[in-house]
Every structure is written in structure tokens, then in C-alpha cells.
Nanobody
Framework: QVQLVESGGGMVQAGGSLRLSCVASGRTFSSRTLSWFRQAPGKEREFVAAINWSGASTYYANFMKERGTISRDNAKNTVYLQMNSLKPEDTAVYYC?????????????????WGQGTQVTVSS
């Protein structure tokens, strides 16, 4: 079993940066795909970025491709999301999630472990 705790959210002005962290507990952390999702008020939860178990492969939603970097440190059981050039439309609760399978997926339903979320607010 893996438990996830996010941190690093906050309020920033448009154009600013934030680095989200997600610390995991559990012995299976290093073998799992980890992803970031976000959910804005009144909207469905959407995929942001994913990283495979070794960190060798990363995937991004189109809106995050040029502005975000996902990384992981298996020795620290931590996954990160560096977000730059933030926009007001990036305002949402950001969730860390772990996927049990080997093949990376962007589907919410394929993830079986979620953190509690961290709020990101970008002001114009």
C-alpha cells in the first residue's frame, strides 16, 4: 500500500512558479507510475503529468508541456512537479496519484491511490 501527501501549493501571481511535492509512504513506491492531476471548481479532474517507475519516461498534458517538469527521487519517496509561467487558468487543487500498472495512463479511473490535494491559486 502507498499513501501520498502533497505540499507546495499556494498563491502566486501570473507568470510565477511553484514546485509541488508528493511524499509517499509504503514499500511499493519505487515500482509505481506517479502522476499529477488537477481539479478546478465545477470541472472534472484532469491529467497534468506522469512519470514512470524509473523516471526515464515522462508525459504531459498539452497545457503543461512547455511549462512543467515532473521528476521523482525514489530514495526520498518523493515526486515533484515544477510549474513555471503560471496562468490564472492553472488555479485548481492539484493531486498526486499512484498507478498500479506498468503502462502509464492518463485516465483518472486507472489510479488507485490519491493524496488529499494541495491548492494552487494564480492571480492575474
Amino acid at each position: 500500500q502507498v499513501q501520498l501527501v502533497e505540499s507546495g501549493g499556494g498563491m502566486v501571481q501570473a507568470g510565477g512558479s511553484l514546485r509541488l511535492s508528493c511524499v509517499a509512504s509504503g514499500r511499493t513506491f519505487s515500482s509505481r507510475t506517479l502522476s499529477w492531476f488537477r481539479q478546478a471548481p465545477g470541472k472534472e479532474r484532469e491529467f497534468v503529468a506522469a512519470i514512470n517507475w524509473s523516471g526515464a519516461s515522462t508525459y504531459y498534458a498539452n497545457f503543461m508541456k512547455e511549462r512543467g517538469t515532473i521528476s521523482r527521487d525514489n530514495a526520498k519517496n518523493t515526486v515533484y512537479l515544477q510549474m513555471n509561467s503560471l496562468k490564472p487558468e492553472d488555479t485548481a487543487v492539484y493531486y498526486c496519484a499512484a498507478q498500479p500498472g506498468i503502462i502509464v495512463t492518463t485516465k483518472v479511473s486507472e489510479y488507485d491511490t490519491w493524496g488529499q490535494g494541495t491548492q494552487v491559486t494564480v492571480s492575474s
